[in-house]
């Protein structure tokens, strides 16, 4: 369904493509675009909204179900139910001696006591916080193209009958965003990989997550150097907030975290791009949440609150990947897109290099994304507290 409405949208933009050189046309030999010409590309605009609106929502309807695999199907318990891992184990069959290498997870451990825990005793995972709030779109290309507005002209104005009527200007810039690849692989003897649970819970909740750990910080603070992701913190994805504390104090605030917040989200407002997110270091956000006024009452409400954090009306987004001293204030589903040309995938092989002479397994994943930042000016970043 959502490759029919690509296709459609392709149509459309030839069609907008057509009319606009029309439309020039008519300008040059008469001055004016005709009624129909106007009627024609207003129409051809609203078909390409809602085409598009159509394909978000087509999105975040597969993202709701397929995002993630059902727990009793889910990375692992595919990979160990596969006819490749069954191969793997008949071939083992005849009970090798175990080779331990170099960077190479073997079954080693705890194997000499008369009781063992099942599974893995699993480090510290992170929440993920930046991703979800993106708009998301699927995409079958290598990279991303788009046209931004740069500057717009308004010359509207109220015109005398039989009087020039005054001409507004638009201006554009392009831009180009090459899809990047995000992987890792690890190697685990087959010894190993013949705990199926451990094996399971290894691709669920360690190569999965390192994968979508990295994509996390990407999303912030990649430098936009293929092959990087361009980050919402990169130079030129944002409206610098310009406050120091000297201006701070010369508009009448003081220089803490609550007035610069409250001071660049003002500033969004003024600029037609009201802020709905905040964007935060999980240090700084927890400074916030913990300070308390003369009387030693908490600011941001008693610890048993339970509602969604905010600041001014905007939610809170804590984040270990967010510069610490640093805030970002916008609205992400207006400022960037998130394009998803693949989802993570995980395989196995004992091809990789000497793998099948020491007996080993390389497990890798991946998945292929791009981050756009089509309207820096919805979106503010600067130093928490300016000096």
């Known amino acids: ?112 006591y008369s009781e063992r825990r099942p599974g893995i005793v699993e480090g510290a995972f992170r929440l993920f916080t930046i991703e979800d709030l993106l708009t998301k779109i ?4 290598p990279s991303i193209d788009w046209v931004r507005e740069n500057v717009f002209t ?12 005054p001409q507004s200007s638009l201006t554009f810039t392009t831009g180009t965003m090459p899809v990047s690849t ?14 199926n649970a451990a094996l ?6 360690r190569m999965v997550y390192g994968v979508n750990l990295r994509v996390e910080n990407q999303l912030l603070v990649g430098n936009g150097t293929a092959p990087n992701i361009n980050g919402l913190l990169n130079t030129g994805n944002f409206t610098a907030h310009g406050y120091t504390a000297a ?33 935060l270091n999980t240090g700084d956000w927890w ?38 001293g640093s805030v970002w204030i916008g609205n992400l589903a207006q400022a960037a897109t998130l394009w998803i040309r693949e989802g993570v995938v995980v395989e196995m092989s004992d091809s990789d290099e000497n793998n099948f002479q020491l007996n080993l397994i390389t497990i890798r994943a991946e998945r292929r994304l791009a981050l756009t930042v089509e309207k820096p000016a919805a979106a503010r970043f600067g130093l928490l507290v300016p000096a």
């Open 138 to 141: 699927p995409t079958s290309a």
């Open 247 to 279: 201006s701070l104090t010369a508009a009448g605030l003081a220089n803490n975290r609550f007035d610069l917040i409250g001071a660049a989200m003002g500033d969004s407002a003024l600029a037609d791009y009201p802020a709905d997110t905040v964007i």
């Open 1 to 112: 369904m959502s490759d029919a409405i690509l296709k459609a949208i392709d149509a459309v933009e030839t069609k907008l493509s057509a009319m606009s050189e029309k439309a020039d046309g008519e300008m040059k030999s008469l001055g004016k675009v005709t009624t129909d010409t106007k009627t024609a590309l207003d129409n051809i605009g609203t078909e390409q909204r809602e085409l598009a609106d159509r394909l978000v929502k087509l999105e975040q309807e597969r993202k709701a179900t397929n995002d993630l695999p059902k727990q009793e199907d889910g990375y692992g318990e595919q990979f160990v139910k596969s006819a490749d891992f069954e191969s793997f184990k008949k071939a083992d069959a005849r009970g090798r001696t175990r080779i331990e290498v170099k960077n190479t997870i073997t079954n080693a451990i705890g194997n000499t």
């Open 182 to 195: 995000v992987a890792h692989w690890i190697k685990i003897t087959r010894q190993l990989a013949m705990d």
């Open 154 to 165: 308004n010359a509207a104005a109220e015109t005398a009958e039989g009087v020039a009527k």
């Open 287 to 324: 400074k916030m949440r913990l300070a308390k006024d003369t009387q030693g009452r908490y600011l941001l409400g008693e610890p048993g609150s339970a509602a969604v954090p905010q600041l001014f009306g905007a939610n809170v987004v804590a984040s270990n990947a967010m510069t610490a």
């Open 200 to 205: 399971a819970a290894y691709i669920n909740r």
